[in-house]
Nanobody
Framework: EVQLVESGGGLVQAGGSLRLSCAAS????????MCWFRQAPGKERDGISC????????YYEDSVKGRFTIASDNAKSTVYLQMNSLKPEDTAVYFC?????????????????????WGKGILVTVSS
């Protein structure tokens, strides 16, 4: 059974930091692209960062570039999202997601179409 379990969310003040973790199991981690999405109230779910575990390729959406860092620990089948300089507009439910590696599908605004599996999500709230 495929499982993606997020942890590390919570409440933080603007300018602060949080690190999200996603523990993956039940599939070939090293042949997948692991992504983070977020969904704010009343808005669509958007992909914000991905890492191709097979070759280390990384993507960041413009709004998080320079503030968020994605990384993986392949031995633990875990992917992280370090979030710095958080802003109130970063408040959202954050989802971990996985899709098969191959091609550059994850480098762009339509990356959700490459996703096969989703975590349940975790809430991040940034207070002003």
């Amino acid at each position: 059974e495929v499982q993606l379990v997020e942890s590390g969310g919570g409440l933080v003040q603007a300018g602060g930091s949080l690190r999200l973790s996603c523990a993956a199991s039940g599939f070939a981690f090293d042949r997948h692209v692991m992504c983070w999405f977020r969904q704010a109230p009343g808005k669509e779910r958007d992909g914000i960062s991905c890492i191709d575990i097979s070759d280390g390729g990384i993507y960041y959406e413009d709004s998080v570039k320079g503030r968020f860092t994605i990384a993986s620990d392949n031995a633990k089948s875990t992917v992280y999202l370090q979030m710095n300089s958080l802003k109130p507009e970063d408040t959202a439910v954050y989802f971990c997601a996985a899709g098969w590696s191959g091609g550059a599908w994850y480098r762009g605004p339509n990356l959700k179409y490459g996703i096969d599996n989703w975590g349940k999500g975790i809430l991040v709230t940034v207070s002003s």
